[in-house]
């Protein structure tokens, strides 16, 4: 016998299944895909009729309903790492192939040329003389991955030249683990390796150990990069006379940081020379862990290293400790225009023989267990100095802000009105393109610096990888505490980022962001003008890019701003050429001296506002006019 339905029953029915023939008539959607729950969910939360969410649907996830229930009960399992790459590729996901194995050792000679995502494992091993060449090998590829793991091992006179390698790129993984181990004679040739890459991770694991005499020469390595890190972990230990020479290593590059640990340790006469070492370069990180410690007349050289960069930090951790007949020369070093710190702990400590010379060196130093004996300081850069070079601090300042910070980057609040024209910068979005992931399985995923080890497993992130690298570096932007009267998010799914911005401005919300990326690197000209809420100090949310397998926004509140929208118009034309959003930040005060605002506007934090336009794919919440 059946029961009858209640009316109040039978009235929620009516109302669900209306919701589902909205759901298919208005968008042709199947009601229960991510993006059909998103619009359900959009309306639900958002009182706002007239803010559109075109911008948070096309970066919906484009899973299926059949897939994402499947890939859903997988996370719930603790098994999607056993299904990556199609979960990658239906969640429209960053994930780099999986190499396969080769147990090849290729004893001809060989030339490369145009190759990507090969795995070159013992390629070159037990190999007598021979050359083998890579010419823009990976080269123009979005998101190359190569491994040279064991190449040129237990080799004699055998000769790789890598030209060109990996140049302009984006998102660069390559692996040099066990390169040239046990090696005699032979040299490895790095030109224009990683040139114009946007964000590169290189890893030279025990690159080099126990060889004999074999010589490496990096040559405008990592070259007008961005944001990426190089690693030399056991880089030439236990070598004997292996001569390093890094010349134009990093020039002109932006936040790269590199890592020597247990560089040329325990070796014997080694000698290394860095050449306009981070030259030019804008805030470079360098740090040397127990670089040549306990090694035999090591020579090590550093000329112009760092030099005319902006700030920049250097570590130098058990330099040359406990070596014999060292010597180490710093001539030019860290000469940055705008102060940078370096820490020299246990330099030279317990050594014998050696010899430290000091010669034109930047200001801002920290010498801790520092060695008493054996050092000179000449032309030792002090305040006072620094202040008789303060023109040509200011020269050097306006060659970095033409280099680092694109003209019309930053500018003044006075600059947003009509008629006025300014240089547009480059707005174009430089990430991978990545979906949102629906909540249903974001939910099931580990985001936590407590659980990097199971989120590695998950991504297929090899330790020293880029993947490592990407998940990290957003774990710890993610993590760090917020800054003064800051309220901060990262999100993962679009459910969670309408969350947040409710949460901290209310239902009655619109969400805005740059139409179009027209009018990039050239002079526009502004029409109309209008100031969000009246043009009133007011309280946004901004999201921006991190650079993970999926989609994640840095979410985060911006108290005392102006937010402004404008028509971008030809300047000769003055036809519309674009619909542009800029926010003003009023206060300034908790912002970095070495931003790059501050760099092109010539000011300090806390004595201006400061301006820039809203990117391609990041975005700015506010009240709703």
Same mark, same amino acid.
């Given at each position: 016998?059946?029961?009858?339905?209640?009316?109040?029953?039978?009235?929620?029915?009516?109302?669900?299944?209306?919701?589902?023939?909205?759901?298919?008539?208005?968008?042709?959607?199947?009601?229960?895909?991510?993006?059909?729950?998103?619009?359900?969910?959009?309306?639900?939360?958002?009182?706002?009729?007239?803010?559109?969410?075109?911008?948070?649907?096309?970066?919906?996830?484009?899973?299926?309903?059949?897939?994402?229930?499947?890939?859903?009960?997988?996370?719930?399992?603790?098994?999607?790492?056993?299904?990556?790459?199609?979960?990658?590729?239906?969640?429209?996901?960053?994930?780099?192939?999986?190499?396969?194995?080769?147990?090849?050792?290729?004893?001809?000679?060989?030339?490369?040329?145009?190759?990507?995502?090969?795995?070159?494992?013992?390629?070159?091993?037990?190999?007598?003389?021979?050359?083998?060449?890579?010419?823009?090998?990976?080269?123009?590829?979005?998101?190359?991955?190569?491994?040279?793991?064991?190449?040129?091992?237990?080799?004699?006179?055998?000769?790789?030249?890598?030209?060109?390698?990996?140049?302009?790129?984006?998102?660069?993984?390559?692996?040099?683990?066990?390169?040239?181990?046990?090696?005699?004679?032979?040299?490895?040739?790095?030109?224009?390796?990683?040139?114009?890459?946007?964000?590169?991770?290189?890893?030279?694991?025990?690159?080099?150990?126990?060889?004999?005499?074999?010589?490496?020469?990096?040559?405008?390595?990592?070259?007008?990069?961005?944001?990426?890190?190089?690693? $030399?972990? %056991? @880089?030439? +230990?236990?070598? =004997?006379? &292996?001569?390093?020479? /890094?010349?134009?290593? #990093?020039? !002109?590059? *932006?936040?790269?940081?590199?890592?020597?640990?247990?560089?040329?340790?325990?070796?014997?006469?080694?000698?290394?020379?860095?050449?306009?070492?981070?030259?030019?370069?804008?805030?470079?990180?360098?740090?040397?862990?127990?670089?040549?410690?306990?090694?035999?007349?090591?020579?090590?050289?550093?000329?112009?290293?760092?030099?005319?960069?902006?700030?920049?930090?250097?570590? $130098?951790? %058990? @330099?040359? +400790?406990?070596? =014999?007949? &060292?010597?180490?020369? /710093?001539?030019?070093? #860290?000469? !940055?225009? *705008?102060?940078?710190?370096?820490?020299?702990?246990?330099?030279?400590?317990?050594?014998?023989?050696?010899?430290?010379?000091?010669?034109?060196?930047?200001?801002?130093?920290?010498?801790?267990?520092?060695?008493?004996?054996?050092?000179?300081?000449?032309?030792?850069?002090?305040?006072?100095?620094?202040?008789?070079?303060?023109?040509?601090?200011?020269?050097?300042?306006?060659?970095?802000?033409?280099?680092?910070?694109?003209?019309?980057?930053?500018?003044?609040?006075?600059?947003?009105?009509?008629?006025?024209?300014?240089?547009?910068?480059?707005?174009?979005?430089?990430?991978?393109?990545?979906?949102?992931?629906?909540?249903?399985?974001?939910?099931?995923?580990?985001?936590?610096?407590?659980?990097?080890?199971?989120?590695?497993?998950?991504?297929?992130?090899?330790?020293?990888?880029?993947?490592?690298?990407?998940?990290?570096?957003?774990?710890?932007?993610?993590?760090?505490?917020?800054?003064?009267?800051?309220?901060?998010?990262?999100?993962?799914?679009?459910?969670?980022?309408?969350?947040?911005?409710?949460?901290?401005?209310?239902?009655?919300?619109?969400?805005?962001?740059?139409?179009?990326?027209?009018?990039?690197?050239?002079?526009?000209?502004?029409?109309?003008?209008?100031?969000?809420?009246?043009?009133?100090?007011?309280?946004?949310?901004?999201?921006?890019?991190?650079?993970?397998?999926?989609?994640?926004?840095?979410?985060?509140?911006?108290?005392?701003?102006?937010?402004?929208?404008?028509?971008?118009?030809?300047?000769?034309?003055?036809?519309?050429?674009?619909?542009?959003?800029?926010?003003?930040?009023?206060?300034?005060?908790?912002?970095?001296?070495?931003?790059?605002?501050?760099?092109?506007?010539?000011?300090?934090?806390?004595?201006?506002?400061?301006?820039?336009?809203?990117?391609?794919?990041?975005?700015?919440?506010?009240?709703?006019?």
């Amino acid at each position: 016998m059946h029961k009858k339905l209640s009316l109040m029953t039978l009235l929620h029915l009516i109302i669900f299944f209306s919701s589902l023939t909205v759901g298919f008539s208005s968008s042709g959607e199947n009601p229960f895909t991510p993006k059909s729950y998103l619009i359900r969910y959009w309306n639900k939360e958002i009182r706002n009729t007239k803010s559109d969410p075109s911008f948070l649907l096309s970066k919906a996830s484009p899973l299926s309903t059949v897939d994402s229930a499947s890939f859903s009960k997988l996370a719930a399992q603790n098994s999607l790492s056993t299904h990556l790459p199609a979960f990658c590729s239906s969640a429209n996901l960053l994930c780099f192939p999986d190499l396969a194995p080769s147990l090849e050792k290729h004893v001809k000679d060989s030339d490369f040329s145009g190759y990507a995502d090969r795995n070159f494992t013992n390629y070159g091993t037990d190999r007598l003389g021979g050359t083998d060449s890579f010419k823009a090998y990976s080269s123009d590829q979005n998101l190359p991955v190569d491994s040279f793991r064991r190449y040129s091992r237990d080799s004699t006179g055998h000769k790789d030249k890598f030209n060109n390698y990996a140049s302009n790129g984006n998102v660069v993984d390559q692996g040099f683990n066990g390169y040239a181990t046990g090696s005699t004679g032979g040299s490895g040739e790095f030109t224009k390796y990683a040139d114009s890459v946007n964000v590169p991770n290189l890893a030279f694991t025990s690159y080099s150990d126990d060889s004999n005499g074999r010589s490496h020469s990096f040559s405008a390595y990592s070259e007008n990069a961005n944001a990426g890190n190089q690693k $030399f972990a %056991s @880089y030439g +230990k236990n070598a =004997n006379g &292996a001569p390093n020479d /890094f010349k134009g290593y #990093g020039s !002109s590059a *932006n936040v790269v940081g590199s890592g020597f640990s247990g560089y040329g340790q325990s070796g014997n006469a080694v000698n290394d020379t860095f050449t306009t070492y981070g030259n030019e370069g804008n805030n470079p990180q360098n740090n040397f862990k127990s670089y040549g410690d306990g090694g035999n007349a090591a020579i090590e050289t550093f000329k112009s290293y760092r030099d005319k960069s902006n700030v920049g930090d250097d570590s $130098f951790q %058990s @330099y040359a +400790k406990n070596s =014999n007949s &060292a010597k180490v020369n /710093f001539v030019n070093y #860290g000469k !940055s225009f *705008n102060e940078g710190t370096d820490k020299f702990s246990g330099y030279g400590q317990g050594s014998e023989g050696h010899a430290v010379g000091f010669k034109i060196y930047g200001v801002n130093n920290t010498f801790k267990d520092y060695s008493k004996e054996g050092v000179t300081f000449i032309t030792y850069n002090n305040a006072s100095v620094k202040t008789e070079q303060k023109s040509e601090a200011m020269a050097l300042s306006g060659s970095l802000v033409k280099r680092f910070v694109e003209p019309g980057k930053f500018f003044r609040e006075s600059m947003l009105k009509k008629g006025t024209v300014m240089p547009m910068p480059n707005i174009k979005d430089k990430m991978p393109k990545r979906s949102f992931l629906p909540r249903t399985i974001l939910s099931k995923l580990p985001f936590s610096s407590s659980k990097i080890s199971e989120m590695k497993q998950i991504f297929h992130a090899d330790d020293n990888s880029t993947m490592e690298a990407m998940i990290v570096d957003s774990l710890s932007d993610c993590e760090r505490a917020p800054s003064p009267g800051e309220t901060k998010r990262c999100v993962g799914s679009a459910e969670d980022m309408i969350d947040f911005a409710v949460s901290v401005l209310g239902r009655n919300v619109a969400v805005r962001t740059t139409e179009s990326v027209k009018g990039s690197n050239q002079n526009v000209k502004l029409g109309s003008v209008k100031g969000i809420n009246g043009g009133k100090v007011t309280q946004s949310v901004s999201c921006h890019q991190s650079l993970f397998p999926y989609l994640l926004y840095y979410c985060h509140s911006v108290p005392k701003v102006r937010v402004y929208e404008a028509d971008i118009l030809d300047p000769n034309s003055k036809a519309k050429i674009n619909h542009g959003v800029a926010i003003c930040h009023l206060d300034t005060s908790s912002w970095s001296p070495s931003h790059g605002a501050f760099l092109a506007l010539g000011s300090a934090p806390g004595r201006i506002e400061v301006c820039h336009w809203i990117f391609e794919n990041d975005l700015t919440w506010t009240i709703a006019d």
